[in-house]
């Protein structure tokens, strides 16, 4: 992640093929990037320990799930701090927390090891997709919107709340 943080600003710097605030490609391949790193500790060392374990697995998996998206986003606003122009907070957040729900569904779905598919999958969709003139293309471009875009929002609040709840309390597919 910090390599990642540390390519964004000097790309950003640069100028980056147009990288702004008004052009969130490079931000999100960053999100998505970072997202898909943080997906592969969503699973422990030994599976069976931890669907044993006398302690409530609920709530640890849904704040590992919230404290990796914070670490996503602390690290793109770090870079944002440093004088770069990048996309508002707001947006950050949103898109954050999407990427990481489609992560945790990921783990819940295909197991530690795959968790990163789905983020992956869903970033090149929305990056080669037509542009969004319906409503299924809006849901399915959610990541490349401003912030403040409701359909944007609400598909990254969705899949957010569906992940990390399948997560917490499925667990990671063995």
Do not use: K
Not at 18 to 40: C, E, I, Q
Not at 74 to 103: E, K, Q, S
Request: proline share 8%; glycine share 12%.
């Amino acid at each position: 992640m910090l390599i990642g943080a540390l390519a964004l600003w000097a790309l950003a710097r640069q100028g980056g093929g147009g990288a702004g605030a008004g052009d969130p490609g490079l931000p999100v391949l960053f999100l998505g990037a970072d997202a898909m790193a943080a997906s592969t500790g969503l699973g422990g060392q030994d599976l069976a320990l931890d669907r044993t374990a006398a302690n409530r697995r609920i709530p640890r998996r849904a704040a590992h799930v919230l404290l990796a998206a914070a670490v996503v986003v602390a690290m793109l606003l770090i870079v944002r701090a440093a004088g770069r122009d990048l996309p508002d907070a707001a947006f950050v957040v949103r898109d954050t927390a999407g990427l990481m729900g489609l992560a945790a569904l990921g783990a819940a779905l295909a197991g530690a090891e795959y968790a990163w598919a789905p983020p992956f999958v869903w970033l090149s969709f929305a990056f080669f997709a037509p542009p969004p003139t319906s409503t299924p293309m809006r849901v399915a471009s959610w990541l490349l919107p401003p912030s403040g875009t409701p359909v944007a929002t609400w598909t990254s609040l969705a899949l957010t709340v569906a992940g990390t709840t399948a997560y917490s309390v499925a667990g990671p597919r063995r």
